[in-house]
Each structure stands twice: as C-alpha cells, then as structure tokens.
DNA sequence: TTATATGCAAATTGTTTGCAAGTAT
DNA sequence: ATACTTGCAAACAATTTGCATATAA
C-alpha cells in the first residue's frame, strides 16, 4: 500500500480526467468573480494564480500538489499554503470545486463540472482513481432519497478494489 | 450547520439502526478471539469493555463517545483515547468493524454486520445518518467494476442533503 | 485611505507512537 | 518470566488562525 507522501505524488495526471471545456471554465471565472464581488473580496495575484493553476490541472489535486504547481510557475515561488487552503475553501464555497474525502487522510479537489458528472473506482494497490458515470444509480439514488423523504443536495460514491493492471501485476 | 463537537453528540442512538443479533455478535467475538490468539494478542478487561460497549451502541459512533460510554461505566474511569484507538483498529483488522468517514472530520465505526448491507443517506441540517439498501444499486457496481476490469474490495455511497423533518422545520 | 489578503508561525484537531509501569499468559 | 498492554504525554499530519505587513479598491 502507497504511503500518503506516495500517493500525493500518485494521483497526478491520469488519462482518464475529464478536460473542462473553455467555456466551463469561463464559466466559474464568472461565478467566481460574482461571488468574489459580493462579498467584497478581491481579486490577487496569489488567488488568480492559484485558481488558474487549479483550472490547469488534473482532478482530485491534494493541496500539497497544487502548491508545488503553483509555485513552479513564477509569481509562485512564495506563495504559503494557508492562502492555497483559502482560495480553494473560496472556490468550494462558491460551488466552483467540490472536496473529495478518499479516505487516506487528504482532502482533494475537482472542478465542479456538471458536465462531467462522475463518481470514482480507486484502486488500493497504486492508488489510481478512475471516474465512471452511471446514470441507472442516479435515478436510483432520486428513487431512495423520495422514499426516504429527503431533498438531495449531493453525493459521494466510491468503489474500493484492484485495478487491472495491479491484477496483471500480481499473477508473476 | 452542527459544530464538530455537536455532531458528536447527535449521532447518538438513533431508531434506524440496525440491531444486531447476539448470534452475530457470539460470531464475532469468535472471529475477534480467533484473530487475537492468532497474532498471540491478549485479552484485557480493557479490550473486553471497549469491545463489549461498541457491541452494544449503535453504529457511526465516534471514538469520542465510544470512549465517553466506556468511562461512563465502572472499570471504565480510567480508560485512555489510546486504547480505544487500539482497540477499534483492532475490530477494524479482523473484519469485526468497518471505518466510515463522512467528511466532518470524525471517523465512525460500525459493525461489519453482513446480514445488513447498507449505505447511508446523511442530513446536513441536524447530522442525522440513516442506512438504506439497495440491491439494485449492487448489481450495478458489480457491472460497472467489470467494464474497469477491477476487483471490488469495498464501496462507499454516501447521499448528502436535507431529511423530512429538517425540511418541515423549515417551512415553519 | 481603509478594509481585505498574505505569509509566517503558532494553534487546533484527530490520530499515532514511545515509554515506563502493569498484567495476561 | 516474558511479552503484550496500558495510560500518559509527546509526536504527527492536515488544517486553521492570529497577527503584522502588504496591497487592491
């Protein structure tokens, strides 16, 4: 099992993501600046840095990741991780990117496309996260929430096992 | 929103649950006994009252309360955090527990009951977690691990929002 | 000009670990 | 007698916060 500093650098650019279109992320660039506008905040060159490296990047970055994009780039050099855990708080707030709890005690990201609604298979031999849609478990999902009375804001869906390849690896 | 502290005292006892049957829980203190004498692990009025008062609470308990009911017994003064995370990592080992994380930063134990496979649907108003099933949901895991060519271990299905009762209080 | 933002370090929270003393086997 | 356990406190890791300084508006 990969350790956690292992798996922080794991998850980096994987195939299977879904690429956010212009328009998506012009999009968010909008709603963030509305949301931005009526809160009074402002717009710095730490937070657009950071934002459009997020933009720029794979799902599921650990902020650890992100910062060390971040600070690749120049401008970026300085920038602390507190303020890397306010802009991404900032863009979870305004709806812009979800927080993903995968159970190896890091908080990742994603664009909160709706255009690519998906959940996640992840496996625990290498750590790779693949994203699957399934329309068939939504509508049941509508199904068991009516039943149960609830009005549904999200929902997290995730399955746990070995990848292909790791079963590959394993039969030598 | 509940504060941290607060969801830790809501997810009490809660009438959706489960309860075991003592033939389940007679297998499992078989399957804990087994695995301890295994690893030449011992048993210890500590271990026997931490172990014996999980058996008895409902699920999604935390190890705070855990720890909180366990002091509230006698013997149970002067157990410490430590053992109770030993312990419950323990349960969790030999398959006796299972660990659930639902993202406010607690992680929950429940028992690994497999005559009540369930997931869980969480309402973000009052912290309330109730267990639903689904097997058609199942079936179509199972269909979705194929295509991916991966072995399933486990899954997590959480489904957040807003139960009944919070949405009539609402309306108020 | 003035309220917000930043970077750093210190604080917090949940969890784990080292160790001396206690105890099951 | 020997190794496992315990409780405590210290260590850890991820995240948050306080504060003096910097900066957007």
Not at 30 to 55: C, N, P, Y
Not at 73 to 97: F, P
Not at 148 to 154: A, D, M, N, P, Q
Request: with cysteine; net charge negative; hydrophobic share 30%.
């Amino acid at each position: 099992m990969p350790s956690r500093a292992e798996r922080n650098r794991i998850g980096g650019p994987n195939p299977a993501h879904h690429v956010p279109s212009q328009a998506t992320l012009e999009h968010f660039r909008t709603v963030l600046a509305e949301h931005m506008a009526k809160k009074g905040l402002r717009s710095t060159d730490q937070r657009r840095l950071i934002v459009e490296t997020f933009f720029g990047k794979a799902d599921h970055i650990s902020i650890e990741q992100l910062l060390e994009e971040v600070r690749k780039q120049e401008n970026g050099q300085h920038v602390g991780y507190a303020t890397v855990y306010r802009t991404l708080k900032l863009l979870t707030e305004c709806g812009v990117a979800h927080e993903r709890k995968f159970g190896d005690g890091l908080t990742r990201y994603e664009l909160a496309d709706d255009t690519s609604h998906h959940d996640h298979l992840i496996c625990l031999e290498c750590g790779d996260i693949i994203e699957f849609e399934e329309p068939r478990i939504e509508s049941l999902q509508d199904e068991i929430a009516q039943r149960h009375g609830f009005r549904l804001t999200s929902h997290k869906h995730e399955m746990y096992g070995v990848c292909a390849s790791c079963q590959a690896r394993e039969k030598n």
